[in-house]
Protein backbone atom coordinates (compact mmCIF):
# COMPACT_ATOMS: atom_id res chain seq x y z
CA UNK A 1 0.00 0.00 0.00
CA UNK A 2 1.14 3.53 -0.92
CA UNK A 3 1.91 6.68 1.55
CA UNK A 4 -1.16 8.02 -0.06
CA UNK A 5 -3.59 5.29 0.16
CA UNK A 6 -2.13 4.77 3.81
CA UNK A 7 -3.23 8.22 4.21
CA UNK A 8 -6.94 7.86 3.09
CA UNK A 9 -7.28 4.86 4.99
CA UNK A 10 -6.12 6.50 8.07
CA UNK A 11 -8.33 9.93 7.40
CA UNK A 12 -11.15 7.23 6.63
CA UNK A 13 -10.81 5.15 10.08
CA UNK A 14 -10.85 8.11 11.86
CA UNK A 15 -13.65 10.45 10.60
CA UNK A 16 -15.84 7.28 11.22
CA UNK A 17 -14.84 6.86 14.73
CA UNK A 18 -17.32 10.40 15.86
CA UNK A 19 -19.82 8.79 13.69
CA UNK A 20 -20.05 5.32 15.08
CA UNK A 21 -19.41 6.90 18.63
CA UNK A 22 -22.71 8.94 17.90
CA UNK A 23 -24.53 6.27 16.54
CA UNK A 24 -23.55 3.98 20.29
CA UNK A 25 -24.92 7.65 21.92
CA UNK A 26 -28.15 7.22 19.99
CA UNK A 27 -28.84 3.39 20.47
CA UNK A 28 -27.88 3.63 24.38
CA UNK A 29 -29.02 6.48 26.45
CA UNK A 30 -27.32 8.14 28.52
CA UNK A 31 -27.65 7.20 32.42
CA UNK A 32 -29.56 9.78 34.73
CA UNK A 33 -27.08 11.51 36.81
CA UNK A 34 -28.45 11.24 40.60
CA UNK A 35 -29.69 14.09 41.83
CA UNK A 36 -29.26 13.27 45.98
CA UNK A 37 -31.26 16.66 46.55
CA UNK A 38 -34.20 15.54 44.67
CA UNK A 39 -33.62 11.71 46.22
CA UNK A 40 -33.95 13.73 49.59
CA UNK A 41 -36.81 15.51 48.93
CA UNK A 42 -38.82 12.74 47.43
CA UNK A 43 -37.65 10.17 50.41
CA UNK A 44 -36.27 7.80 47.73
CA UNK A 45 -34.15 4.88 49.52
CA UNK A 46 -30.56 3.84 47.09
CA UNK A 47 -32.95 2.41 44.69
CA UNK A 48 -34.98 5.05 44.40
CA UNK A 49 -38.01 3.69 46.20
CA UNK A 50 -39.86 4.56 49.26
CA UNK A 51 -42.65 3.32 51.47
CA UNK A 52 -46.30 4.09 50.73
CA UNK A 53 -49.97 2.86 51.64
CA UNK A 54 -52.44 2.22 49.10
CA UNK A 55 -55.96 2.91 49.54
CA UNK A 56 -58.49 1.26 48.07
CA UNK A 57 -62.26 3.37 48.41
CA UNK A 58 -64.71 0.97 48.31
CA UNK A 59 -68.81 2.36 48.38
CA UNK A 60 -69.82 1.71 52.01
CA UNK A 61 -72.64 1.32 54.19
CA UNK A 62 -74.54 4.90 53.67
CA UNK A 63 -75.61 6.78 50.84
CA UNK A 64 -75.78 10.43 51.37
CA UNK A 65 -78.92 11.16 49.22
CA UNK A 66 -79.72 14.59 50.13
CA UNK A 67 -78.21 16.66 46.96
CA UNK A 68 -76.72 19.31 49.06
CA UNK A 69 -75.28 17.38 51.36
CA UNK A 70 -73.92 15.08 49.20
CA UNK A 71 -72.42 17.80 47.11
CA UNK A 72 -70.79 19.59 50.47
CA UNK A 73 -69.43 15.72 51.54
CA UNK A 74 -67.57 16.11 47.85
CA UNK A 75 -66.53 19.54 48.32
CA UNK A 76 -65.10 18.67 51.28
CA UNK A 77 -63.75 15.40 50.31
CA UNK A 78 -61.91 17.74 47.28
CA UNK A 79 -60.81 20.26 49.56
CA UNK A 80 -59.33 17.24 51.97
CA UNK A 81 -57.34 16.07 49.10
CA UNK A 82 -55.73 19.06 48.41
CA UNK A 83 -54.95 19.24 52.25
CA UNK A 84 -53.52 16.32 51.89
CA UNK A 85 -51.64 16.75 48.60
CA UNK A 86 -49.89 20.22 50.14
CA UNK A 87 -49.03 18.94 53.15
CA UNK A 88 -47.03 15.85 50.92
CA UNK A 89 -48.53 13.10 52.73
CA UNK A 90 -50.93 11.96 49.19
CA UNK A 91 -48.27 11.45 46.28
CA UNK A 92 -51.72 9.94 44.43
CA UNK A 93 -55.42 10.20 43.93
CA UNK A 94 -58.61 9.33 41.65
CA UNK A 95 -61.16 7.65 40.78
CA UNK A 96 -61.87 4.66 39.33
CA UNK A 97 -63.96 4.95 35.76
CA UNK A 98 -65.41 2.04 35.71
CA UNK A 99 -68.99 1.99 36.59
CA UNK A 100 -70.62 -0.64 38.04
CA UNK A 101 -68.11 -2.23 40.93
CA UNK A 102 -68.04 -0.98 44.45
CA UNK A 103 -63.89 0.54 43.77
CA UNK A 104 -64.60 4.55 44.11
CA UNK A 105 -61.51 5.79 44.23
CA UNK A 106 -57.13 5.16 45.17
CA UNK A 107 -55.49 7.44 47.43
CA UNK A 108 -51.29 6.62 47.76
CA UNK A 109 -49.87 8.03 51.10
CA UNK A 110 -46.55 8.45 51.76
CA UNK A 111 -46.46 7.31 55.41
CA UNK A 112 -44.50 4.30 56.53
CA UNK A 113 -47.34 2.21 57.71
CA UNK A 114 -51.33 1.37 57.63
CA UNK A 115 -51.90 3.19 60.93
CA UNK A 116 -50.81 6.70 59.50
CA UNK A 117 -52.79 5.96 57.03
CA UNK A 118 -56.08 5.47 58.45
CA UNK A 119 -55.43 8.57 60.98
CA UNK A 120 -55.53 10.80 57.37
CA UNK A 121 -58.24 8.60 55.83
CA UNK A 122 -60.19 9.18 58.91
CA UNK A 123 -60.18 13.29 58.27
CA UNK A 124 -62.32 12.30 54.59
CA UNK A 125 -66.10 13.71 54.30
CA UNK A 126 -66.95 10.58 52.58
CA UNK A 127 -65.43 7.95 54.91
CA UNK A 128 -66.85 10.43 58.38
CA UNK A 129 -70.39 9.77 56.29
CA UNK A 130 -70.31 6.18 55.44
CA UNK A 131 -70.49 7.14 51.82
CA UNK A 132 -67.51 4.72 51.37
CA UNK A 133 -65.15 2.79 53.41
CA UNK A 134 -61.17 2.25 52.88
CA UNK A 135 -59.32 -1.23 52.04
CA UNK A 136 -55.22 -0.57 52.85
CA UNK A 137 -52.33 -2.21 51.64
CA UNK A 138 -48.63 -1.37 52.06
CA UNK A 139 -47.02 -0.57 49.03
CA UNK A 140 -43.14 -0.39 47.48
CA UNK A 141 -42.85 2.61 44.62
CA UNK A 142 -40.57 4.86 42.82
CA UNK A 143 -40.09 7.92 45.08
CA UNK A 144 -40.68 9.77 41.85
CA UNK A 145 -44.72 9.22 42.51
CA UNK A 146 -43.92 12.36 45.26
CA UNK A 147 -43.55 14.52 42.15
CA UNK A 148 -46.94 13.66 40.36
CA UNK A 149 -48.88 17.10 42.22
CA UNK A 150 -46.27 19.34 41.40
CA UNK A 151 -46.33 18.36 37.75
CA UNK A 152 -50.26 18.09 37.82
CA UNK A 153 -50.05 21.92 38.01
CA UNK A 154 -48.09 22.28 35.51
CA UNK A 155 -50.63 20.58 33.35
CA UNK A 156 -53.60 21.09 34.60
CA UNK A 157 -56.38 23.86 32.93
CA UNK A 158 -58.83 24.22 36.03
CA UNK A 159 -59.16 22.72 39.28
CA UNK A 160 -62.14 21.16 40.97
Do not use: C
Amino acid sequence: MNILAATALALLLASASPFAAAQDAAVTPAKPVFDAELAKKTGADDYGMRRYVLVILKTGPTRVDDAEERKAMFAGHMANIQRLAKEGKLALAGPFMDKGGDWRGLFVFAVDDIDQAKALVATDPVIVKGEMVAEYHAWYGSAANMLVGELHDKVAKSSF
